[in-house]
């Protein structure tokens, strides 16, 4: 039984509930970790002996490459190193997981990792985030000027309030979203959209920093965030949800194309408990286990029967999906909805 699943720009992982890793798609970069740069078409196990025989908790896909965290918090990662976002000091891809050294994240005990295209993220039990890979766009956070990021830091903190620790990390395109531990929320990267929610548009945000509302206040109540390419979905602890950024396809559900750089109430959502962000598309998952969708459909991602967009949130048709909707979870453009 899958618990969780993601997708790169055209790989596949999904975890099961027994700690297990299955891959599939393409492969050229060996991103499904399985030893080989050949394609598979159905899900094929990893080898338990790839992560020390250790179950895996967590799983992330960038564009290229793959990451997971095993049970007690060590971080593997595969497939394409360019942009040394495997955390290996060297540019070559690896076929198969390879262990980070965990004297460069200090020793922390992983519990959630994410993916940008070329950027990786590990989020500590402590509530600390280490970043390695690329900085084209700030999407690093480190503060460094520099493009790529060789070895993993320590994310920059000096704008967010003193003791800033995070709960939940979501990746887009060139950007990340995160929850704090005071229900805030927190980006940086790519934000020429206005994908950050801070109310200015930049190529580059970094140092990282809070998401406001059209009030320009720092976000408050925030249970959980998704990010695409260009815009971020936070989820309020009332179920309500806002957004910023792009909605050139809809993917905000405000019922218009427009662009916003602060965080804009998503009109008549209510209950709403989880979200995933695709590129241009966005799922929302409500406490009653209803899943509504909204955004760009040229690849059918909305699970509606069409490949006409969305500009606002509509219910996913009861019949398409079998079983209580639990999670969802969106790739560039794919949907999953996990039931039970």
């Avoid at 290229?64 to 955390?87: I, P, R």
């Avoid at 994240?105 to 500590?124: D, F, N, P, W």
Wanted: charged share 15%; proline share 4%.
């Amino acid at each position: 039984m899958p618990v969780d699943v993601c997708s790169g720009q055209q790989h596949t992982l999904a975890l099961s509930s027994n700690g297990r890793v299955f891959a599939w798609g393409k492969n050229g970069n060996g991103q499904l970790g399985l030893g080989d740069t050949r394609t598979r078409k159905t899900p094929v196990e990893l080898p338990s002996s790839a992560f020390d025989e250790a179950p895996i908790k967590a799983i992330a896909c960038g564009s290229l490459h793959s990451m997971a965290v095993t049970e007690d918090g060590a971080v593997y990662m595969w497939g394409n190193n360019d942009k040394y976002q495997l955390g290996q000091y060297n540019m070559r891809r690896q076929v198969s997981p390879v262990l980070l050294n965990d004297a460069y994240i200090m020793g922390c005990k992983a519990v959630e990792v994410a993916a940008t295209s070329y950027t990786s993220l590990v989020l500590c039990s402590e509530g600390t985030i280490y970043t390695v890979g690329d900085n084209a766009y700030g999407e690093a956070g480190q503060g460094a000027d520099t493009d790529v990021c060789k070895h993993p830091a320590a994310l920059d903190t000096s704008l967010l309030p003193a003791g800033t620790l995070f709960t939940h990390v979501s990746a887009g395109h060139h950007h990340f979203v995160a929850t704090t531990a005071a229900q805030g929320s927190v980006a940086w990267g790519h934000a020429s959209s206005g994908q950050c929610g801070m109310g200015t548009k930049h190529t580059q945000v970094d140092p990282p920093q809070a998401m406001v509302d059209s009030d320009r206040y720092p976000l408050a109540g925030v249970v959980a965030v998704c990010a695409g390419d260009d815009h971020s979905v936070a989820v309020m602890y009332d179920g309500s949800v806002m957004c910023t950024g792009s909605s050139m396809n809809g993917q905000c559900g405000w019922g218009n194309q427009g662009m916003q750089s602060v965080a804009v109430p998503v009109p008549d959502m209510q209950g709403v408990v989880g979200c995933a962000c695709g590129y241009d598309h966005t799922l929302l998952l409500t406490g009653d286990h209803a899943v509504y969708a909204s955004g760009d459909n040229d690849d059918g991602q909305l699970g509606d029967g069409t490949k006409l967009v969305n500009l606002s949130f509509e219910e996913v048709m009861v019949g398409t999906i079998v079983g209580v909707p639990q999670r969802v979870r969106a790739g560039e453009y794919c949907s999953f909805v996990m039931t039970e």
